[in-house]
């Protein structure tokens, strides 16, 4: 499984759009009309009772209108790594994507576990014959009459090719194991475990193309064989090696894309021939013809992509759309006319730009909520019953630009993992001091004593860092899933923050030092280390350093910032005897968690015992074929009791999110799972 991308960088994955103007669509729902609130006093006169006094809050009479109604901009941290839905795994490019290109079946509004269909005519079914009896076999029907930006149209064979392109195009850090394991049984997470199983040609493009020439054919033929297309009846037929809960929903993102056989061939890519497959094998991005080259049938075109400045999306004006997918969903072409995403990285900077109406949407940071409180004058709270913001009101700033949606579920979540044997890269790991238990530095295997593991735990204030850094809007972890998951558990095991415990635990390790002395009395130092400028990180780092140097003043932790790539990088290596790593939920269902954080790169970078990461293969491959959700509750409580035994990671609160638009923009409803916004649904007063 690859490396999907650090919480850091998935919470700075933040990005915004621009779209612009009018066509044919039908009426959509605006925002829930403002409504005054009251401002509550306690008045209290000597000698008198208290009294409590409501003044009404004025609501505003300022009309907000935007200077462009045609274009909306949104604030970008991050450019995208990759204009190849095949590659691309990383959020600010999944929200440009999700605008070109189009899936079989996509979401159903804000709702993030229900699904329409989109280049298919219907969700497949067992009742509607979609789905085989055994679960294994589905069948989508194509939709017919839609064309690509360069007007060919689509066809069976494109929707098959796409996806067999993207399987054997593969890569451990590309999101291709979450269609391979269906495809091929779960664990085999890369299209070249079909060719060596043992592992040994995972993303070496030279090695695999110098494999057994038969063996490679047979890879390449299976895909075919799994993934079959019928232009006369208009029809795709998908074979899944066994039964798979999540499939429907590992359709809708946008590794699920479709693209243009043809055009992909004519412009450098696969040519759809067994025969050369491998050439663009676990491809890397500055070697993809598609990284800035698109062609989608999706509402909106590529128009152009200026490193480190911009990326704007013009109206596709020949969108197909001639039926609203939903109730109130609109047709024909979007209303906006282009999105402009602008790279902002400053914070700051990007909060000057809202307050000067330059830009239409932003997804904030906690520690940048409250330079924008002034700048709000309405307020809209996600209510969890409906899955929908409601209702919005006035704040004490009822003439302010700006509009905020609060207490929207995120989807992100980080954990603290303890890579139990260190790399010591022949003596170079500047990470681990001296390499030895000495007081100067740490042992390669320091955090595969138990005992040390459980200390940290105890020694984490998390409540601490809920209230203080994510100003209290966020709930501690209850298991690894989100909550309302089978494996969400708040009644399960959990460590709470205690020094005592965490004293006793490292006075109770069996590290020993060269000249035989303790833990206790030796002390250790390490360095960790943080993507720079992440403050929410770098504060949870500080945090548990200070309650270890207090528990043991020889306990020495160095904090260190550096470039998020060269923390992904050293992560990667397995040279970092810590890492703060997050995850944003591909599907939202209990596999695409326990899988990532236990058996794939997070698993795999925390170089545990291989008798422990068989047990918990077996455990996340029961869970993922199992249909009941009652019976893959127990089998993910029993994950959640063995990872809390052995203390593999600490897991982060969930936290809601925040999103800030200005008051002009209608049509907005957020689902956190698709990349940022869908700008189709979006238009501007």
Known sequence: MPEKCSLIARLLVVSSLVLGACSQMTALPKPAQPQATEIIQTVEVPGQPAVVVATPMPASTKEFKSKDPTT??????????????????????????QNIYESLVFYNREKPGEFIPMLATEVPTQDNGGISADGKTYIFKIRPGVKFHTGDPLTPSDVAYSFQRGILQGGTNSPQWLLTEPFFGGGIDDISLLVDPKGSLQDDQAKLKAADPARLKTACQKVQQAIQADDVTGTVTMHLAQPWGPFIPTLAQTWGSVMDKKWVAENGGWDGSCDTWQNTYAI???????????????????????????????????????????????????????????????????????????????????DDYAPLEPLVGEQCQYNNERQAFYPCASTSHPDAPLRVWKGSPSISRSALFFNQKINTQDGNNHYIGSGQLDGEGIPPDFFSDLHVRKAFSYCLDMDTFIKDVLTGEAV????IPLPGMPGWDPNGPKYSFDLGKCAEEFKAANLKSPDGKSLWET???????????????????????????AVNPKFHIELQGVPFP??????????????????????????????PFLTGSFGRNMNLPDDLTRQLQDLVNQGVAEKVPSRRAEIYNRLNQ?????????????????????????????????????????WKD
């Open 72 to 97: 909306f901009v949104g604030l970008i941290f991050y450019e995208p790594d990759s204009l190849d839905p095949a590659l691309d795994y990383e959020t600010t490019g999944g929200g440009v994507l």
């Open 284 to 366: 890397k991005v500055e070697e993809d013809p598609f990284h800035e080259k698109t062609n989608g049938t999706g509402p909106f075109k590529l128009d152009h992509w200026i490193t480190g400045e911009e990326i704007l999306l013009a109206r596709n004006e020949d969108y197909w759309r001639t039926a609203p997918l939903y109730p109130g969903a609109p047709t024909g072409p979007a209303r906006l006319q282009t999105v402009l995403l602008k790279n902002v990285a400053d914070q700051s900077l990007q909060n000057e730009i809202l307050q000067a109406g330059d830009a239409d949407w932003a997804s904030v940071l906690p």
């Open 476 to 479: 501690p972890a209850a298991g």
């Open 523 to 549: 002390g250790f130092s390490f360095r960790w280390t943080f993507p720079a400028k992440i403050s929410p990180i770098q504060t949870y780092a500080e945090i548990l350093a200070s309650n270890l140097s």
């Open 566 to 595: 060269v923390y992904l990088s050293d992560q990667q290596a397995g040279i970092l005897p810590v890492f703060n790593a997050s995850w944003q939920e591909d599907i939202h269902d209990p596999h695409n968690w326990y899988a």
């Open 642 to 682: 063995l990872v809390y035994d052995q203390v593999l990671l600490i897991m982060g609160p969930v936290q809601s999110e925040r999103n800030y638009t200005q008051r002009w923009v209608q049509g907005f409803y957020r689902n956190p799972i698709e990349g940022f916004l869908y700008f189709y649904d979006l």
